[in-house]
């Protein structure tokens, strides 16, 4: 199957993991990638390995407008989008803010949004151009202690079925990449403050081993970035491009649990995440 070469390549949540470790592999496979972070200075590793590198808040639509025009300065256009930030949340949905929730939804679902509208016109312009969003196969399966997480993969599932189709007729590709576990600090990193759930003023503190269980569940035989980045890059940027990219621990196996009859399902990781624990 061929594939895309020397394309010019805008990836977001470039800090760390995935996207690191995607930005290297793109180098190496003879694109052009541009990582980019909230913090920049977070990628000063990549910059000395001269991948060229951006602040970018997906949130923050100046810093948007921004990285866009600072790619299209440099090199002319953008290829392809990869929408890679994001960020996790753990505990009882119950239990959770409302702000937590929310923020959640705005890296994960409207930033990806905002910055797929970003490079769109141009991409529609030249009737060329291909949009990679990250989802994961939680997104197909829900998972307890993990609502949030789970939804907005679900939304970033559809909207990119969605977006397929309507960017079709302007030559624009789709592609949904729905990971399963994949080495990174992500665990540690969304796992802060799950202390307040084994206190006793918690509901669910007799499930706070359940709770911990599930923040480092995609973390057990993870697959090492590197290798999930060069499969990616291999699968993604395949001509034709493919609808669905699967890869990581899990990856084949969650999406068979998720069509066992709902019962059963509900009763496993309910089982699993020791909700059975509380009377």
């Given at each position: 199957?061929?594939?895309?070469?020397?394309?010019?390549?805008?990836?977001?949540?470039?800090?760390?993991?995935?996207?690191?470790?995607?930005a290297r592999e793109l180098k190496t496979a003879g694109h052009r990638p541009f990582a980019t972070a909230r913090k920049v200075e977070s990628l000063a590793e990549l910059a000395a390995e001269g991948i060229?590198?951006?602040?970018?808040?997906?949130?923050?639509?100046?810093?948007?407008?921004?990285?866009?025009?600072?790619?299209v300065e440099r090199a002319g256009r953008i290829d392809v989008l990869v929408n890679n930030a994001g960020i996790n949340l753990f505990?009882?949905?119950?239990?959770?803010?409302?702000?937590?929730?929310?923020?959640?939804?705005?890296?994960?679902?409207?930033?990806?949004v905002a910055m797929t509208q970003a490079v769109f016109p141009a991409m529609a312009e030249r009737r060329s151009g291909r949009i990679v969003n990250v989802g994961s196969v939680v997104g197909v399966l829900p998972t307890p202690f993990a609502a949030a997480y789970c939804a907005t993969k679900s939304a970033?599932?559809?909207?990119?079925?969605?977006?397929r189709m309507e960017a079709a007729p302007f030559g624009i590709e789709v592609v949904v990449?729905?990971?399963?576990?994949?080495a990174s600090n992500i665990a540690d990193s969304s796992s802060r403050g799950l202390e307040r759930f084994e206190a006793p003023g918690s509901r669910y503190h007799l499930a706070?081993?359940?709770?911990?269980?599930?923040a480092y569940a995609s973390q057990k035989g993870a697959m090492p970035t590197p290798d999930f980045a060069r499969e990616l890059v291999k699968r993604a940027f395949a001509s034709p491009a493919p609808r669905i990219v699967r890869l990581g621990a899990g990856s084949d196996t969650l999406p068979k649990l998720a069509r066992m009859p709902a019962k059963m399902r509900d009763q496993l990781l309910s089982g699993r995440y020791e909700l059975t624990k509380i009377r």
């Open positions: 199957m061929p594939s895309l070469k020397s394309q010019t390549v805008l990836v977001t949540g470039c800090s760390t993991g995935i996207g690191r470790a995607l060229e590198t951006l602040q970018l808040d997906v949130n923050d639509p100046a810093s948007i407008g921004s990285a866009v025009a600072a790619v505990g009882p949905l119950m239990e959770l803010s409302v702000g937590e929730v929310r923020a959640v939804f705005e890296t994960n679902v409207l930033g990806l970033v599932h559809m909207l990119s079925d969605v977006l990449v729905q990971p399963g576990g994949v706070y081993g359940g709770i911990r269980k599930r």
